[in-house]
């Protein structure tokens, strides 16, 4: 069984208690319930982490590449919180290590602060989904399945 990473960087960790109007109620716990769920209904594991540091997300986006290719990992779903706007070391990472990626962010960066319309992500991401609350993990999950399935 093939396994989906999904990322999710700094101050993920405080859903359902920072910013609600923005984020939501649902807590990290539940997205990572729902995360299971969409990688169940596509037949695949999931592999579901959260950290603060930079560093630790460039080793588990390194390590993804090496698993992706060596065929236990089909990609990786990241939510990179305010590291998208920020972090050329990501990129570079993400860049680096080959491996299929989708830029996730929970609400619609574009209606926000002007300083959250650029992505470093974005130019290596192989595609981004933004606005559609928590749901859009399991939508990520559902492209990603789709995305690298066999011809």
Do not use: W
């Amino acid at each position: 069984m093939k396994t989906v990473l999904v990322l999710n960087g700094p101050n993920l960790n405080l859903l359902g208690t920072r910013e609600p109007a923005v984020y939501g109620s649902q807590t990290l716990a539940d997205v990572e319930a729902l995360s299971e769920a969409a990688c169940k209904a596509h037949g695949l594991k999931l592999d579901f982490r959260q950290s603060n540091h930079e560093g630790v997300m460039i080793d588990a986006i390194q390590e993804a590449g090496r698993a992706q290719a060596a065929g236990t990992l089909i990609g990786v779903v990241l939510n990179a919180g305010a590291y998208t706007h920020t972090s050329v070391a990501l990129m570079d990472a993400i860049k680096g290590s080959g491996v299929t990626l989708i830029e996730l962010h929970i609400s619609n960066v574009h209606a926000r602060e002007a300083f959250r319309h650029h992505s470093y992500i974005s130019p290596v991401a192989k595609a981004v989904m933004a606005g559609f609350g928590v749901k859009g993990y399991a939508l990520a999950i559902g492209a990603l399945a789709e995305i690298t399935k066999p011809a």
